[in-house]
């Protein structure tokens, strides 16, 4: 009688705080929708995940189960099943039941959860249609069962024996459906934080399975011995990296562990990701900006030690050091705080020193136990604060230059129409060439633009060297939008750029070099589709009154094949030559007449791809430039960068 009394004190207390969670659940997982849902997968699992990270588990199974209930199954130590000397309740009932003002019951043990500090379990009871518990301990199971909103429906009992001393937690909850928005879990969705998790807790083993779908009885397992490292290596997938070892580092410090792994790739976006706790710290804080800052002043000490940056040269920036960097930066910390309008920010300052000085010694040792690999990371942090201060100086100098100049109207032959949508541009190789491509073109659409000889080769030059350029320059001012910072796509001034070179090697290498230069200060022209490459024909086959131009050998075979023997024998073949060597009729006619012409578009739909031929093409090495041009010479234009 006396413990029914007591039972039913707290019971009250109890249901009052599940209560106030349903009342405001945003306050307690920030949404009910879809990502709300999900948050309750997170708030179980992340017990189990403390559970590994104290060392007593390493093997969590995710269920969406058929009626869309979640199992989450560990193998760890069991919730304690003992009475709690405060509540007189058993502990697990207590877990699932008791809002906490934050910490773990028993507190002072390093915990570091990313969840809800030991509420979570109440709070995905208290916005549960049902909850069962089941604790393996100590050679028995135990169960404890909940229904509409937390409330007990069968206080903790034995239900069995375990035969193999197995230990562990298993937990089934079904979500409210008078809470959520929707209760259908989403497979996709929960697998990418799935995949994160164990690539964030080294050595853990994360199942993912989807009941629902009856064809797949096995789902998905995640196990990464080198954790984040792994993570590096994934972001990685497809990229070109520029350095064979991820380079991975790691310290503790006061119970505060912080590693970092990383690689650079050969293109130009970075890819950092920060956690805490397992939490991703979107907005960063002060382990990032140790670990950056750190990075900085290593990279600038190691440029100028070793000469590659002279005593005049400026310092390389953050953003230089950047450019192709994939990192994951992860801290487990005891007692983190989160700063910020979303929380998403660090604000420890002790990490800041912890992550600076791990970062620094060991990237250090690796530059100079590498130097290979060194010089390759110096040199792309020194290309991109060439790119960097090239943008700058471009700015200036197409603020400056504007159409009104005359130099560059004695160019460009614009077209009449001031609309974009209608107006194109031709990027014509050579004076010849363009003297016909302006006769023969349309005047009210088709602006041409001659280029003599080749342009300069942005990737190997100094930008800002190349910037001085006219060809360069011209091209900038014909397009409109500015570059760099202030680049505007819809300032563009022609809906089609279109590449008009020869089909021989010097027209490839002049594409390719055009290209280098779209890649790289217009990329968002390649990206929407603008830009093209003209197919001027190869052949030229005459019979009787008929002109056929074909593009190849393949086109002019299949034509050739459809004359009678007695036609074909008299058909003229010729091998057309340069662009200017057509007159204007002939090059409308076969290159530029919208009705008749063939345009490849260039896109941009692997930018990892294009790198990698970008590199190829403009890098250093001569050798794979030359046998690639040599290979593809007549079939560049059919490269999809
Ligand atoms: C599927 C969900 O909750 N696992 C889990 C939770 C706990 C423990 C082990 C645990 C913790 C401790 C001691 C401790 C929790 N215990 C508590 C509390 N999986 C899942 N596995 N023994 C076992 O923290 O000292 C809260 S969660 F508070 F009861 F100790």
Redesign the pocket.
Known sequence: MENEQKYTENDIQVLEGLEAVRKRPGMYIGTTDIKGLHHLVWE?VD??ID?ALAG??NSIEIIINKDNSVT???N?????VGIHPKTGIS??ET?YTVLHAGG???GG?Y?VSGGLH?VG?SVVNALSSSVVVTVYKEGKIYEVKFANGGKTVQPLKVIGDCEDNRTG???TFKPDPSIFDTVIFDYETLKIRVRELAFLNKGLKLTLRDDRDEEDTTGDSFCYEGGISEYVRFINQGKTPIHEDIIHLEGTEENVFFEVAMQYNTGYNDNIYSFVNNINTHDGGTHEEGVRRALTRVINSYARKNGMLKEKDESLTGDDVKEGLSMIISCKHPNPQFEGQTKGRLGNSEVRKLADSVFSTGFEKFLLENPEDARLIVNKAMLACRARNAAKKAREITRKSDLQTTNFFGKLSDCKSKDPKVSEIFIVEGDSAGGSAKKGRDSMTQAILPLRGKILNVEKARLDKALGNEEIRTIITAFGTGIGEEFDLSKLRYDKIIIMTDADVDGSHIRVLLLTLFYRFFRPIVEAGHVYAAQPPLYRIMHGKTRKYVLNDEEKDKYLATLSDAVRQKAEVARMKGLGEMDAEELNETTMDIEKRVLRKITVDDCVSADAIFEKLMGDEVEPRRDFIVENAGYAINIDI
């Open positions: 179980i017990n189990s559970e007593y588990c989450v199954k560990d760890g130590r069991g919730i304690p502990t697990v877990v773990k019951f028993g043990g915990k030991g379990a937690t298993t937990v």
